[in-house]
């Protein structure tokens, strides 16, 4: 299988190549030359398969070129020894749990499948790869988590300074080894921007192999299929048509959701549901694709102006604005709204809700009003405890700590602060 640049003015690569490019020489996000749907088998029975056979069906026809077999399940069984459970709160609204992993943020299993995908094709090369990658909140963690002593690779994570929760600085800032943390003093835009810019510097590129570990990266995209699937197993007895609700900051994860789709899966609507960050919500209302600065808010893992995955959305239904609008809703929640829907939730059936789990939880319910006949599934991305001060205010009442968070609590915070580009590429070339 090859991928071929969005901007149609590079080469396409394998899974290999585009893995360790990141993104395409001529600035274009890397997409597969074609989805071949899944059997009607595999659905039928699913419930039978494991959530390692799952995956491998799902991934199997991106990366089988590059990943032998057994690598490949080796990979998949490491990247998945966690849970992933669909929790109903009410009826015919459900919550997929996408947090018991290492970091509890749902970037855990995209990070982890990346990095060992990226740990084996270093195996006996020579140059040492550094992932740079730009964070708004839990990319970071995961990153560094999945990353963590991987020989041949060295992680460096730009992070906004005083825009990220004290425990998503902590797992970011920690680690040591081969992760590097630099604070940068602006917006996650701003970070985003200066690892843009990084990868289209000759004088950078010349002197080392830099990849990405953001949802550009097709290793990290593509494996965020699994949850709709492993949430498609769970639900399908149901007997409903079934809606997902995603709360979307890059568009990364409810992309693959809509791959997943491609690949067969019967689900009959995608929510995109986001903060007042609502360039895409925008967008479905005007056909205009205006990209603005972002704000900071509650949800700050979703602060994306210009979200990098919608360019693969667009492209996914051919651009044409009908054909995604028949499978995509989009529509955005203030703060307020946000610890509203969180307040709700806890009253109506105690369940813990973190703040982007509750834009969700918000766009789904908004898509039933006039919908009712569906069986709606809003993804749960964060453990509530990674925004502890939000929702103990919100919901006035302690959460509990879990032991994968109170590892970092007590570890010294390691960070570099920069200002400018050119401070980046200074560290960098220095490193
Ligand atoms: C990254 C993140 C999101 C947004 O996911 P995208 O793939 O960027 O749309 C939502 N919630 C949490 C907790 C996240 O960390």
Same mark, same amino acid.
């Given at each position: 299988?090859?991928?071929? &640049? ?7 690569? &394998?899974?290999?190549? $585009? ?15 074609? =989805? ?62 996408? =947090? ?20 084996? =094709? ?19 963690? $995961? ?21 990220? &929760?004290?425990?998503?600085? *902590?797992?970011?800032?920690?680690? @040591? ?25 000759? &004088? ?15 290793? *990290? ?27 979307? @900051? ?6 693959? @959701? ?14 995109? $549901? ?37 360019? *693969? ?23 307020? +709204?946000? *610890? ?51 929702? +103990? ?32 590429? @200074? ?5």
């Amino acid at each position: 299988m090859k991928f071929y &640049s969005l901007n149609k003015k590079a080469p396409a690569v &394998s899974f290999k190549e $585009a893995v360790i490019r990141g993104i395409a020489p001529d600035k274009g996000l890397y997409f597969p030359e074609s =989805f071949t749907p899944l059997p009607d088998s595999f659905f039928e029975q699913i419930e039978e398969l494991s959530k390692e056979e799952i995956a491998f069906n799902a991934i199997h026809q991106f990366v089988s070129e590059e990943i032998p077999n057994d690598e490949l399940r080796e990979i998949l069984k490491n990247t998945l020894d966690f849970d992933f459970p669909v929790v109903e709160i009410e009826e015919n609204v459900a919550t997929l749990e996408l =947090f018991h992993g290492p970091t509890m943020a749902f970037k855990d299993v995209g990070a982890r499948f990346m990095a060992q995908c990226l740990g084996y =094709f270093s195996k006996g090369e020579k140059n040492e790869v550094t992932v740079l990658v730009a964070t708004s909140g839990d990319t970071g963690g $995961a990153v560094a988590n999945g990353f963590l002593g991987v020989d041949g690779v060295k992680v460096v994570i730009l992070y906004p300074s005083g825009k990220v &929760s004290d425990i998503q600085e *902590r797992q970011l800032t920690t680690l @040591g080894q081969n992760i590097t943390a630099l604070e940068v003093d602006g917006t996650f835009d701003d970070c985003q921007k200066m690892v843009k810019t990084a990868f289209l510097d000759d &004088s950078i590129l010349s002197e080392m192999k830099l990849t990405s570990a953001n949802s550009i990266n097709v290793a *990290r995209w593509l494996p965020q299929m699994f949850y709709f699937l492993f949430a498609y197993k769970q639900a399908k007895k149901q007997g409903k048509p079934i809606v997902f609700s995603t709360p979307s @900051g890059n568009f990364g994860n409810i992309c693959a @959701g809509l791959v997943a789709q491609k690949l067969g899966m019967p689900v009959d609507h995608f929510i995109a $549901a986001t903060n007042v960050n609502d360039t895409v919500p925008q967008f479905m209302v005007t056909k205009e694709y205006t990209p603005k600065p972002s704000k900071a808010t509650i949800s700050n893992a979703m602060d994306v102006g210009d979200p990098s995955n919608f360019i *693969r959305i667009r492209h996914l239904f051919d651009d044409n604005f009908e054909k995604l609008s028949d499978n995509l809703s989009s529509s955005s929640f203030t703060d307020d +709204e946000t *610890r509203s829907a969180m307040s709700a939730i806890y009253d109506k059936s105690g369940y813990v809700a973190d703040p982007h789990g509750a834009v969700g939880y918000l766009g789904l319910k908004k898509y039933q009003e006039n919908h009712e006949d569906t069986y709606g599934i809003f993804l749960e991305t964060a453990h509530p405890v990674k925004f502890l001060d939000v929702v +103990e205010k919100t919901i006035d009442k302690k959460v509990p700590i879990p032991e994968q968070i109170e590892k970092v609590m007590d570890k010294e915070k390691k960070s570099i602060k920069i200002k400018s580009y050119d401070e980046l590429k @200074g560290f960098l070339l220095n490193q």
